[in-house]
Protein backbone atom coordinates (compact mmCIF):
# COMPACT_ATOMS: atom_id res chain seq x y z
CA UNK A 1 0.00 0.00 0.00
CA UNK A 2 1.70 3.72 -1.13
CA UNK A 3 2.24 5.71 1.60
CA UNK A 4 3.45 9.12 1.76
CA UNK A 5 4.52 10.82 5.74
CA UNK A 6 5.37 14.44 5.62
CA UNK A 7 7.19 16.19 8.56
CA UNK A 8 9.27 19.27 9.69
CA UNK A 9 6.31 21.50 9.91
CA UNK A 10 5.76 24.28 12.33
CA UNK A 11 5.64 27.89 13.19
CA UNK A 12 8.57 30.60 12.44
CA UNK A 13 8.79 34.31 11.79
CA UNK A 14 8.45 35.89 8.48
CA UNK A 15 11.70 35.54 7.10
CA UNK A 16 12.61 32.45 8.60
CA UNK A 17 13.02 28.94 7.18
CA UNK A 18 11.88 25.40 6.96
CA UNK A 19 12.75 22.29 5.35
CA UNK A 20 9.62 19.60 4.96
CA UNK A 21 10.16 16.46 4.10
CA UNK A 22 8.52 13.49 2.85
CA UNK A 23 9.10 10.32 3.16
CA UNK A 24 7.85 7.24 0.58
CA UNK A 25 6.73 3.31 0.88
CA UNK A 26 4.52 0.86 -0.82
CA UNK A 27 5.73 1.94 -4.41
CA UNK A 28 8.38 2.22 -6.48
CA UNK A 29 9.29 6.06 -5.44
CA UNK A 30 12.17 5.94 -8.14
CA UNK A 31 9.88 6.10 -11.08
CA UNK A 32 7.70 8.55 -10.00
CA UNK A 33 7.29 12.77 -10.50
CA UNK A 34 7.30 14.33 -6.74
CA UNK A 35 5.20 17.29 -5.76
CA UNK A 36 4.78 19.70 -3.00
CA UNK A 37 1.33 21.07 -2.71
CA UNK A 38 -0.58 23.75 -0.48
CA UNK A 39 -3.73 24.39 1.02
CA UNK A 40 -4.71 27.18 2.71
CA UNK A 41 -7.79 28.22 5.49
CA UNK A 42 -10.83 28.79 3.18
CA UNK A 43 -8.76 28.19 -0.20
CA UNK A 44 -8.46 25.71 -2.73
CA UNK A 45 -5.51 23.51 -2.90
CA UNK A 46 -1.98 25.22 -4.94
CA UNK A 47 0.83 23.93 -6.79
CA UNK A 48 4.13 24.76 -5.31
CA UNK A 49 7.02 22.60 -6.74
CA UNK A 50 7.51 19.07 -8.78
CA UNK A 51 10.23 17.28 -9.49
CA UNK A 52 11.11 14.32 -12.08
CA UNK A 53 11.67 11.12 -10.91
CA UNK A 54 15.66 11.94 -11.36
CA UNK A 55 15.66 14.77 -10.02
CA UNK A 56 16.79 16.49 -12.93
CA UNK A 57 14.16 19.14 -13.80
CA UNK A 58 12.00 20.71 -11.37
CA UNK A 59 9.24 23.66 -11.69
CA UNK A 60 8.02 26.26 -8.84
CA UNK A 61 4.45 27.90 -8.35
CA UNK A 62 5.60 31.79 -9.19
CA UNK A 63 5.04 33.12 -5.84
CA UNK A 64 7.55 30.65 -4.58
CA UNK A 65 10.10 30.82 -7.49
CA UNK A 66 13.73 31.81 -5.56
CA UNK A 67 12.54 30.97 -2.15
CA UNK A 68 11.58 27.54 -2.12
CA UNK A 69 13.67 24.55 -3.41
CA UNK A 70 12.39 20.65 -3.93
CA UNK A 71 14.92 17.85 -3.93
CA UNK A 72 14.79 14.14 -4.00
CA UNK A 73 17.03 11.22 -2.84
CA UNK A 74 15.80 8.25 -4.62
CA UNK A 75 18.31 5.87 -2.43
CA UNK A 76 16.29 7.47 0.98
CA UNK A 77 12.68 7.34 -0.86
CA UNK A 78 12.57 11.03 0.27
CA UNK A 79 11.60 14.06 -0.89
CA UNK A 80 12.36 17.63 0.16
CA UNK A 81 11.27 21.04 0.47
CA UNK A 82 13.30 23.70 1.51
CA UNK A 83 11.51 26.71 2.54
CA UNK A 84 13.57 30.00 2.97
CA UNK A 85 12.22 33.49 3.58
CA UNK A 86 8.89 32.46 4.70
CA UNK A 87 6.03 35.33 4.15
CA UNK A 88 2.69 35.30 6.18
CA UNK A 89 1.30 33.79 3.03
CA UNK A 90 2.64 30.52 3.26
CA UNK A 91 1.14 29.80 5.96
CA UNK A 92 -0.57 26.56 5.05
CA UNK A 93 -1.25 22.76 5.28
CA UNK A 94 1.66 21.01 2.59
CA UNK A 95 1.00 18.23 1.11
CA UNK A 96 3.34 15.97 -0.54
CA UNK A 97 2.35 13.88 -3.71
CA UNK A 98 3.63 11.14 -6.16
CA UNK A 99 2.55 10.91 -9.88
CA UNK A 100 3.56 8.69 -12.79
CA UNK A 101 3.43 10.48 -15.27
CA UNK A 102 5.17 11.23 -18.83
CA UNK A 103 6.83 14.87 -17.53
CA UNK A 104 6.33 16.09 -14.15
CA UNK A 105 2.66 18.18 -13.94
CA UNK A 106 1.11 20.54 -11.74
CA UNK A 107 -1.79 19.76 -11.69
CA UNK A 108 -3.46 17.86 -8.44
CA UNK A 109 -5.68 15.89 -10.25
CA UNK A 110 -2.87 13.83 -12.07
CA UNK A 111 -1.42 12.57 -8.65
CA UNK A 112 -1.88 9.01 -7.70
CA UNK A 113 -0.58 9.18 -4.24
CA UNK A 114 -0.76 11.97 -1.66
CA UNK A 115 0.55 12.34 2.37
CA UNK A 116 -1.86 13.55 5.07
CA UNK A 117 -0.30 16.55 5.43
CA UNK A 118 2.41 19.26 7.73
CA UNK A 119 0.94 22.80 9.12
CA UNK A 120 2.79 25.73 8.22
CA UNK A 121 3.06 28.75 9.98
CA UNK A 122 4.38 31.76 9.48
CA UNK A 123 4.18 34.48 12.10
CA UNK A 124 4.31 38.33 10.87
Known amino acids: QAQLVESGGGLVQAGGSLKLSCAAS????????MGWFRQAPGKEREFVAT????????YYADSVKGRFTISRDNAKVTVYLQMNSLKAEDTAVYYC?????????????????WGQGTQVTVSS
Open 97 to 113: AAVRNQIPTRRSSDYDY
Open 26 to 33: GFTFNTYH
Open 51 to 58: ISWNGRNT
